[in-house]
């Protein structure tokens, strides 16, 4: 069984009836929506959202930057003055 990574859960058909009250119940938390209870999506705030692909940018923005320093042997030296 799947573990279910969300304090409050409701059905898909729950959520079907009352979109609003579900929201409003959870206050702000994630909400695990599930179907023959097991997690078929996760609801979020769009605030925590947003705050998830920021950091999932900069994780991949860091990747990139680790990548390029094991190739920094073969960088250019440039002087800022003439950039």
């Known amino acids: 069984m799947r573990q279910v990574l969300a304090d409050y859960s409701v059905s898909i058909s729950e959520l079907k009836k009352n979109p609003s009250s579900v929201l409003s119940k959870a206050d702000g938390s994630p909400i695990a929506v599930l179907n023959h209870n097991k997690p078929?999506?996760?609801?979020?705030?769009?605030e925590l959202y947003e705050v998830m692909m920021d950091r999932i940018e900069d994780?991949?923005?860091a990747s990139i930057v680790e990548e390029r320093l094991g190739d920094k042997g073969q960088a250019v030296p440039v002087s800022l003055d003439d950039l």
């Open 59 to 61: 994780a991949e923005l």
């Open 40 to 46: 078929a999506a996760y609801l979020i705030p769009a």
